[in-house]
């Protein structure tokens, strides 16, 4: 089946930056969206940026102007560049890809998530 596994996370002082990546895997044959989630403790898990194929891309209103998110070269891989982060971005950030076509063209209806991986932004 389909596995999302994310890369990247650590802890940076406030300002700083960090790039997460995922990359799926199995057997797809294309996929719709993809993009990342986060979690804070105590808190709903919410939108970061998620991206399709055709590059349209949708932002939280919490990073826009500081966070980017790109699809790679490499098949099945997103990319989130995180600079001026701040506390307030802390989380563990989740990989998703949504709408996946398998080599077959069987079309999967589940959203599939990554196990995530932990930012953590303190001096």
């Known amino acids: 089946q389909v596995q999302l596994v994310e890369s990247g996370g650590g802890l940076v002082q406030p300002g700083g930056s960090l790039r997460l990546s995922c990359a799926a895997s199995?057997?797809?044959?294309?996929?719709?969206?993809m993009g990342w989630y986060r979690q804070a403790p105590g808190k709903q898990r919410e939108l970061v940026a998620v991206?399709?194929?055709?590059?349209?891309?949708n932002f939280g209103d919490s990073v826009k102007g500081r966070f980017t998110i790109s699809r790679g070269n490499a098949k099945h891989t997103v990319y989130l560049q995180m600079n001026s982060l701040k506390p307030e971005d802390t989380a563990v950030y989740y990989c998703?890809?949504?709408?996946?076509?398998?080599?077959?063209?069987?079309?999967?209806?589940?959203?599939?998530w990554g196990q995530g991986t932990q930012v953590t932004v303190s001096s």
């Open positions: 998703t890809a949504v709408g996946i076509a398998t080599m077959d063209g069987e079309f999967l209806n589940n959203d599939y």
């Open positions: 199995g057997s797809i044959g294309s996929i719709n969206v």
């Open positions: 991206i399709s194929r055709t590059g349209s891309t």
